[in-house]
Nanobody, 132 residues
Framework: EVQLVESGGGLVQAGGSLRLSCRTS????????IGWFRQAPGKEREGVSC????????YYSDSVKGRFTISSDNAKSTVYLQMNGLKSEDTAVYYC?????????????????????????WGPGTQVTVSS
């Protein structure tokens, strides 16, 4: 059974940092791309970052580029999202998702597919609240 579980969310002041974790199980980690999405109340879901765990390719949205860093620990089947310089507009529920990539698609392409809901593998989410 495929499972993704996020952790690490919380309340932080603007300018602070948080590290989110996405622990996965039930699939061959190196064959998948893992993406981070977020959704704020009343807003559409936004793709934030993605990593292709096999080759380490990455994607960042313009809204987080330079502030967020995605990484993967293949031994732990876990992907991290280090978030620095947090802003109030980063407040949202953060979700991780997985899609099979098998070295055939880039992180950008993986994010596009997941954004189009081409995967059923999503975690339950973790709340990030940034106070100004």
């Amino acid at each position: 059974e495929v499972q993704l579980v996020e952790s690490g969310g919380g309340l932080v002041q603007a300018g602070g940092s948080l590290r989110l974790s996405c622990r996965t199980s039930g699939f061959t980690f190196n064959d998948y791309a893992i993406g981070w999405f977020r959704q704020a109340p009343g807003k559409e879901r936004e793709g934030v970052s993605c990593v292709t765990t096999g080759d380490g390719g990455t994607y960042y949205s313009d809204s987080v580029k330079g502030r967020f860093t995605i990484s993967s620990d293949n031994a732990k089947s876990t992907v991290y999202l280090q978030m620095n310089g947090l802003k109030s507009e980063d407040t949202a529920v953060y979700y991780c998702a997985a899609i099979e990539s098998g070295g055939r698609i880039t992180a950008v392409q993986a994010m596009e597919h997941m954004s189009e809901s081409d995967t059923d593998y999503w975690g339950p989410g973790t709340q990030v609240t940034v106070s100004s």
